[in-house]
């Protein structure tokens, strides 16, 4: 009896103590549970802010490649390839041995919905940093015609939108660097793309331009004429085999013109007509192969320091490459390459030809080395050198070594 009174007793003392820290367990529980709640809407509030910012980040691209070279030129050249260091001596371009980036491009493109893009292009090179393109380009779905405004390639040929990086010669060919100088300007383009019978691609391709490209040192950014250039492009892919045909229709410019006795300054025509092929092939054990040809017939504003007939404000030039590369299994290709120009052709023996071939080591996906030789040949009428031979200059001994290692990202 005295037993269970004692045990009756103990348990009514104590009774409090356990209620109280069942009461203390309870809200140290609660406790916890809210501050693992807060954390857990705390981590998904920065996981919301983190996939916005991947979304957004998702939408920002960039890309590039850089061009670092090695060039051995005869003893005799007098200009530099376009965009090397430029020579107020003609002595300053001979004996080129050098060591250069001859070009370190970074491209930025924002594509804020499917049918909008804004894109920035910049280059880095032995000649400063400069704009290469900015524009804004955008689709309509329906008719999928996209329109770009700003600076960007001139749409004629296949070889001027080509990219450097994936160019099998270091440069352009001469035609092609000539009446295409920086190869961009600034205007409008519209295009749109088909798909015939299911399988074949025709892009039709149309553009206004101010006409004097980005490399015009004399206006800059300013147009100087009220005329506007056009361009029109259209282009086929059949499978093996891609063609397009191009036509230009503009009008340039002359300060100072005064071989044209009619007025000064004056505006001459500058129309060109271009045509260009690509043919892929496969062979057994070699691998892949493309041959590709493009040429150009213009009516050029005169050049003043050849005599033109007179009155002429306008000369007729010609310009045409062809290229062969093979791939010689995986890793390496072979490639060689014609390229022609002859500024007037009604002047005889004014042309030039310019020989090349090379190999090209494929390091991986993104690098590649390329040695390359060409030898340029100019003809009497054309050359510029100081050595004579009874009378007649001698062709300039100015064949050109370059080793390039290319890569992309």
Request: hydrophobic share 35%.
């Amino acid at each position: 009896m005295r037993g269970l009174l004692k045990a009756v007793l103990t348990a009514v003392l104590l009774a409090p103590t356990s209620l109280w820290a069942q009461d203390a367990a309870t809200d140290s529980l609660k406790e916890r549970m809210s501050e693992t709640a807060d954390k857990i809407a705390g981590i998904e509030e920065r996981l919301g802010i983190a996939e916005t910012d991947i979304a957004g980040l998702k939408k920002l691209k960039i890309s590039g490649y850089v061009q670092a070279r090695y060039e051995y030129h005869d003893d005799a050249s007098s200009a530099p390839l376009q965009g090397t260091v430029s020579t107020s001596s003609s002595n300053q371009g001979k004996l080129l041995n050098r060591f250069f980036i001859r070009r370190g491009r970074v491209k930025t493109t924002y594509q804020a919905t499917p049918n909008a893009l804004g894109v920035v292009y910049f280059d880095g090179s032995a000649s400063g940093v400069s704009l290469k393109e900015a524009y804004v380009a955008v689709t309509e779905p329906r008719s999928k015609v996209t329109a770009t405004l700003g600076q960007f390639n001139w749409l004629f040929g296949y070889e001027i939108s080509f990219s450097s990086s994936k160019r099998e010669f270091p440069e352009r060919a001469r035609w092609s660097r000539t009446l295409f100088p920086g190869e961009r300007d600034r205007g409008i383009k519209l295009e749109r793309p088909f798909l015939l019978m299911g399988k074949y691609n025709l892009t039709l391709q149309a553009g206004v331009y101010n006409g004097n490209g980005i490399e015009d040192v004399g206006f800059g950014v300013r147009d100087p004429n009220k005329w506007k250039d056009f361009i029109a492009r259209a282009a086929f892919g059949l499978g093996h085999l891609d063609f397009g045909l191009s036509g230009y229709w503009g009008k340039q410019f002359n300060p100072s013109d005064s071989a044209i006795p009619v007025q000064r300054p004056s505006t001459s025509d500058k129309i060109r007509y271009g045509a260009d092929a690509q043919f892929f092939y496969e062979l057994p054990v070699l691998g892949g192969g493309v041959l590709k040809a493009e040429g150009v017939l213009a009516e050029e504003p005169k050049n003043q320091s050849k005599p033109f007939r007179s009155l002429d404000s306008t000369r007729n030039a010609a310009g045409l490459h062809a290229v062969w590369a093979q791939n010689l299994k995986e890793k390496f290709q072979w490639i060689s390459r014609v390229d022609f120009y002859d500024p007037d052709r009604d002047i005889d023996e004014d042309h030039f030809i310019t020989y090349g071939f090379g190999l090209i080591y494929f390091w991986d996906g993104a690098s590649k080395l390329k040695l390359v030789y060409e030898l340029p040949k100019s003809f009497v009428n054309s050359r510029s050198g100081t050595v004579t031979v009874n009378g007649v200059k001698e062709d300039e001994k100015d064949n050109i070594l370059t080793l390039e290692w290319v890569y992309t990202f």
